[in-house]
Each structure stands twice: as structure tokens, then as C-alpha cells.
């Protein structure tokens, strides 16, 4: 099956600094990538949807400002936390959808741990 | 935005007993996934269903969708340990790739 991976796998930074987080397909081209945010013992919420070639779409309540992302090329999208805070310590998976005709299968990277102190 | 209720929240029980989780909405999808994540790992696909009514079973998980595509239920038969973790469902809308989650049902199977 079609890989994602992401990079890194945690990261701790202090209050104010920036923070990216790499995530790519491995084995497949993605036009598309999307991401998620989840809460401890909660589940995942679309932040945004990343367009390779375009601005990416951001979903209700998400500062687009706070949270860059760019879909540099066809297996690679990145997402920036800018002057994070403890608030936006969180698990940030990506994940992109297969490009296989009649399937709504969407392959899920292992996910980054964000720890802001 | 739709909202996909699931339940129960936590269960907990003994390895060796069945048990039924739920995932429920008031609108229509034109399919609906379930998904398994464990601690630290991102979630890992277990079934897609699409049609009205279709069941599918995948060793001792049964996937059912409703009549009315708006609900599903997954049925485990003799649960155990390994089936331990937070089983997710997802759907989609006609012509739309986001998918949205449920809120998550957080499975305990006892030794």
C-alpha cells in the first residue's frame, strides 16, 4: 500500500518560536494532502487541505496565518506553527488521498507530536 | 459540518465477549469509513463502505452501514487485547475528498 511519512515524529520548542513539520508520499504523487489536528483522547479535526500549485484551504476557525502551509511539490507538503504557544501543543497528522478511481481511500502519515513548553 | 456522534465513548471490557460500537448522523454520506489508531500513530483504515444496507466482515470485525446511509455499527466477536486501541469513523460527502471524523469510541480489552 501507498506510504506517508512525516517528519519529525515529535518536537518540543519553547513559547514564540516556529515550528515546521514535513509530511510526504512516498510511493505516490499527491495533488492533495490534508491536516489534522488531535487533542489528547479526542479525535481528529481538519485543519486545512494543502493544494500542490495553490493556496490551501483552510477550514472554519483555523488561523491561516498561524499555520502555514505549502504544498512545495507532488510528494511533499509542509506545515509551519508560527509563535506557537502551549495551546497548540497537539498530535498534527497529514494525510493524501489515493489517486486510484473509485475509492475514497486517503493514506494516513504516522503523525508529530508537538509539545510547546 | 455534519457531526458524527459515536458510542459509546469508552468501553471496556473482558477479552472472550462481543461488543457493538455505533456511529451515528442525521445526514446522508456518500461513504463511510472505520478506522483504528493506537496510541502515537496516525489512523490506520479497516473497511470503506458505500452502499445502503452493505455488510462487510474482516476476521472477527462485521462492518454494517444503514439502510438509510447514515449510520453504521461495527461488531467485534471475541474481543482481545489486540483489539485494544480508539476505532474512528469517517465519511465523506458526494464529490468532496475531507473526510470528517467521528468522536471516537476508546476500546479496553482486559486480559
Known amino acids: 500500500g501507498a506510504v506517508v511519512s512525516q517528519h519529525p515524529s515529535w518536537v518540543i520548542c519553547k513559547s514564540g518560536t516556529s515550528v515546521k513539520i514535513e509530511c510526504r508520499s512516498l510511493?505516490?504523487?499527491?495533488?492533495?494532502m490534508f491536516w489534522y489536528r488531535q487533542f489528547p483522547k479526542q479525535s481528529l479535526m481538519l485543519m486545512a487541505t494543502s493544494n500542490e500549485g495553490s493556496k490551501a484551504t483552510y477550514e472554519q476557525g483555523v488561523e491561516k496565518d498561524k499555520f502555514l502551509i505549502n504544498h512545495a511539490s507532488l510528494t511533499l507538503s509542509t506545515l509551519t506553527v508560527t509563535s506557537a504557544h502551549p495551546e497548540d501543543s497537539s498530535f498534527y497528522i497529514c494525510s493524501a488521498p489515493s489517486l486510484a478511481r473509485f475509492t475514497d481511500t486517503q493514506y494516513f502519515g504516522p503523525g508529530t507530536r508537538l509539545t510547546v513548553l | 459540518t455534519q457531526l458524527l456522534e459515536q458510542s459509546p465513548q469508552f468501553l471496556s471490557i473482558q477479552e472472550g465477549e462481543n461488543l457493538t460500537v455505533y456511529c451515528n448522523s442525521s445526514s446522508v454520506f456518500s461513504s463511510l469509513q472505520w478506522y483504528r489508531q493506537e496510541p502515537g500513530e496516525g489512523p490506520v483504515l479497516l473497511v470503506t463502505v458505500v452502499t445502503g444496507g452493505e455488510v462487510k466482515k474482516l476476521k472477527r470485525l462485521t462492518f454494517q452501514f444503514g439502510d438509510a446511509r447514515k449510520d453504521s455499527s461495527l461488531h467485534i466477536t471475541a474481543a482481545q487485547p489486540g483489539d485494544t486501541g480508539l476505532y474512528l469513523c469517517a465519511v465523506t460527502n458526494f464529490g468532496n475528498e475531507k473526510l470528517t471524523f467521528g468522536t471516537g469510541t476508546r476500546l479496553t480489552i482486559i486480559p
Open positions: 510511493d505516490f504523487q499527491a495533488t492533495t
